[in-house]
């Protein structure tokens, strides 16, 4: 199975920050690549598909890029509802893989 | 828009099994691609399986193989997930998504959370 790994494991930034997550694939998953957010008590929240295509309704201030094996997500300033955990996922193999997750907390 | 509905709670002993329904509306059942995902107290989102009803045949992630069964009933719209021999370390909330044309999962069921203890 193909393995994805996020860096970091959690991150404590403040409300306005510019924040980066990155997933690395164990191999070349081209743009197959999708981020989520998951909140405690809610069912998992796509933001971002194929990469770097925004999925609607999410605000512009989240972003991907990235190719191959290694991806970015970015919110470029963030906000109180943005506190949760980001999860990425590959589907270039239908035996789909997740990261481990990025908790983002509050400093 | 395709919304899906999980059944509701279930506590269980050691060894047994849990069948959780994941009931989807407003779009063509047969078409959609089913997968269960599940997240562990204080763990990541794990993928277990999906299937596609129309052609019905599952697949699963290695870990759980033999141990899960998939299934789809076209006639009341609704995706199955069984599970077998439960033990402790399978104490979760258990959730079902479809995905897109885009390969992402976009649609996801509100979760059931399965408890196993003795």
């Known amino acids: 199975d193909i393995q994805m790994t996020q860096s970091p494991s959690s991150l404590s930034a403040s409300v306005g920050d510019r924040v980066t997550i990155t997933c690395r694939a164990s191999q070349s998953i081209t743009s197959y690549l999708n981020w989520y957010q998951h909140k405690p008590g809610k069912a998992p929240k796509l933001l971002i598909y194929a990469a770097s295509s925004l999925q609607s309704g999410v605000p512009s201030r989240f972003s991907g890029s990235g190719s191959g094996t290694d991806f970015t997500l970015t919110i470029s300033s963030l906000q109180p509802e943005d506190f949760a955990t980001y999860y990425c996922?590959?589907?270039?193999?239908?035996?789909?893989?997740f990261g481990q997750g990025t908790k983002l907390e509050i400093k | 828009q395709v919304q899906l509905v999980q059944s509701g709670a279930e506590v269980k002993k050691p060894g047994s099994s849990v069948k959780v329904s994941c009931k989807a509306s407003?779009?063509?059942?047969?078409?959609?691609?089913f997968s269960w995902v599940r997240q562990a107290p204080g763990q990541g989102l794990e993928w277990m399986g999906g299937?596609?009803?129309?052609?019905?045949?599952?697949n699963y992630a290695q870990k759980f193989q033999g141990r899960v069964t998939i299934t789809a009933d076209e006639s009341t719209s609704t995706a199955y997930m069984e599970l077998s021999s439960l033990r402790s370390e399978d104490t979760a909330v258990y959730y079902c998504a479809t995905l897109d044309p885009g390969y992402a999962f976009d649609i996801w069921g509100q979760g059931t959370m399965v408890t196993v203890s003795s």
């Open positions: 407003g779009g063509t059942f047969s078409s959609y691609v």
């Open positions: 996922q590959q589907s270039y193999s239908t035996r789909y893989t």
């Open positions: 299937i596609i009803p129309m052609f019905d045949t599952p």
